[in-house]
T-cell receptor
Framework: SQQGEEDPQALSIQEGENATMNCSYK?????LQWYRQNSGRGLVHLIL?????REKHSGRLRVTLDTSKKSSSLLITASRAADTASYFC??????????FGAGTRLFVKA | DTEVTQTPKHLVMGMTNKKSLKCEQH?????MYWYKQKAKKPPELMFV???????INESVPSRFSPECPNSSLLNLHLHALQPEDSALYLC???????????????????FGPGTRLTVL
């Protein structure tokens, strides 16, 4: 079964607004990663947060992790049209097996 | 160089054809992965190679045959595919567990652009 579940499935916002995406997972993890995918292209790694971390920042991205609730959130601040993409969380709980969530499709209107 | 390359970009094949997908990286990563992704779905892990040895096979049908001829190359040989095998096939690489500063955990995976496969 899928490890990560994301909501919302789709999100449409205006340029300049913030976008928040959430990810929930079921089992214990070693780390959680967020990836971006432009339509029909490969995935681009955005940020990795380890199970002993609670928050990480990278540029306009802020990721939080709550292991007690088995959830994570990705916040994109001051969104741009170029942020339009699908965003996936991915969990890793040992070894090589990274399991991706269903993804959130973000559309940023100029 | 943090690039993973995949060829071809697009492939159309019949159900009786034999074709191969290729993936290459020069980041010194010793773990390489094949994923399958259907439209509007997340990537699904197919195979993992670590130090050129098959580590994970996620119960993939035998019509998909992976090969890792050296530490930089990963192939996926295709034979007698079905139309439902049409998808985006993604290759990725990373440092294997135990080699990322002593971490036991998989490091960031770097993905190629994918091969769009259509089976007629």
């Amino acid at each position: 079964s899928q490890q990560g579940e994301e909501d919302p499935q789709a999100l449409s916002i205006q340029e300049g607004e913030n976008a928040t995406m959430n990810c929930s997972y079921k089992t214990s993890i070693n780390n959680l990663q967020w990836y971006r995918q432009n339509s029909g292209r490969g995935l681009v790694h955005l940020i990795l947060i380890r199970s002993n971390e609670r928050e990480k920042h990278s540029g306009r991205l802020r990721v939080t992790l709550d292991t007690s609730k088995k959830s994570s959130s990705l916040l994109i601040t001051a969104s741009r049209a170029a942020d339009t993409a699908s965003y996936f969380c991915a969990t890793e709980n040992g070894g090589f097996k990274t399991i991706f969530g269903a993804g959130t499709r973000l559309f940023v209107k100029a | 160089d943090t690039e993973v390359t995949q060829t071809p970009k697009h492939l159309v094949m019949g159900m009786t054809n034999k074709k191969s997908l290729k993936c290459e990286q020069h980041m010194g990563h010793r773990a390489m992965y094949w994923y399958k992704q259907k439209a509007k779905k997340p990537p699904e892990l197919m195979f993992v190679y670590s130090y050129e040895k098959l580590s994970i096979n996620e119960s993939v049908p035998s019509r998909f045959s992976p090969e890792c001829p050296n530490s930089s190359l990963l192939n996926l040989h295709l034979h007698a595919l079905q139309p439902e095998d049409s998808a985006l096939y993604l290759c990725a690489s990373s440092t294997p567990p135990g080699t990322s500063g002593g971490s036991l955990f998989t490091d960031t995976q770097y993905f190629g652009p994918g091969t769009r496969l259509t089976v007629l």
